[in-house]
């Protein structure tokens, strides 16, 4: 089954933007691509899709208001940095899906809210009751309170867990890369693209992912931890490019690439 046939076969679909993919060249939020994205996610919609995001950006909007910050370390600052940013980053969302009709809604999560039943039953039922009023889900960690002991640390593990959560048919992760390769790409010039990738735990075994960079150090990481999570509930995943304004829109149609990782079942 190619990426096309995939997203026509499923109807529950979470999609991850991350922070590259969100940032313009200024370093602030990047509201075009916002625009273009929320007009595809109002046409995938219009066709009976259901669909939950799980937004990166809370640091970068809180630095294209408080640039003044961008050198404080202290932990309390970037916690403060995320709460401004957030505000920020769903006005942006909010803005973005308005000419379409849609309202956007915000839940905030830590690692300790999906250890928790109670918190568990609440948040299904938080997502559930949204979609069902035709209210689109905007999910990130809440970064303004989360320590080191109740972190999730990337969005690529929070868009699994909550697809798990949320009983998804297909997770998508958008990152700055345009699937996964048998080694590097960008410190090997003959890496190949891999279309479609059934076994994980062999693929690991397999790539070469080369020195301490990004594509050592959590970024192909956490995108097969993210797999190795979804994939045995029978959710499939797709990791793609998703720094073209027409990303979603151009996998549907099957003109940009991306990796399958398969469901068990």
């Known amino acids: 089954m190619n990426i096309p046939e995939l997203i026509a076969h499923v109807r529950k679909i979470v999609i991850k933007i991350g922070s590259s993919t969100l940032e313009d060249s200024?370093?602030?939020v990047n509201n075009a691509f916002l625009e273009h994205f929320a007009a595809e996610v109002a046409?995938?919609?219009?066709?009976?899709k259901q669909i939950v995001i799980v937004s990166s950006g809370a640091q970068i909007a809180g630095l294209s208001i408080l640039g003044k910050w961008a050198r404080k370390q202290?932990?309390?600052y970037k916690q403060a940095l995320c709460a401004v940013g957030q505000v920020e980053l769903m006005r942006a969302w909010s803005q973005a899906f308005a000419p379409h009709g849609i309202h956007t809604a915000q839940i905030l999560l830590t690692?300790?809210?999906?250890?928790?039943?109670?918190?568990?039953?609440?948040m299904r039922n938080t997502l559930?009751?949204?979609i069902d009023e035709g209210i689109v889900p905007i999910i990130n960690e809440n970064d303004s309170v989360a320590v080191d002991e109740i972190k999730i640390g990337d969005n690529d593990t929070?868009?699994?867990?909550?697809?798990?959560?949320?009983?998804?048919?297909?997770?998508?992760l958008f990152s700055d890369i345009d699937g996964l390769y048998d080694k590097n790409p960008k410190e090997f010039p003959d890496a190949q693209l891999l279309c479609e990738v059934p076994d994980i735990g062999s693929i690991r075994k397999q790539i070469r992912i080369g020195g301490t960079n990004i594509f050592g150090t959590?970024?192909?990481?956490?995108?097969?931890?993210?797999a190795e999570l979804v994939v045995p509930y029978g959710i499939p995943m797709i990791l793609s490019n998703g720094s073209r304004p027409d990303a979603l829109g151009a996998l549907n149609a099957g003109t940009q690439a991306g990796t399958i990782f398969k469901a068990l079942f």
């Open 158 to 172: 929070l868009a699994a867990r909550s697809a798990v959560l949320w009983s998804a048919e297909l997770l998508i």
């Open 74 to 76: 202290d932990l309390h």
């Open 111 to 122: 690692r300790d809210d999906f250890g928790d039943s109670l918190r568990t039953l609440n």
């Open 26 to 28: 200024t370093g602030a």
């Open 128 to 130: 559930f009751t949204l």
């Open 218 to 226: 959590g970024g192909i990481a956490t995108k097969l931890d993210a």
């Open 43 to 48: 046409n995938f919609i219009k066709k009976n």
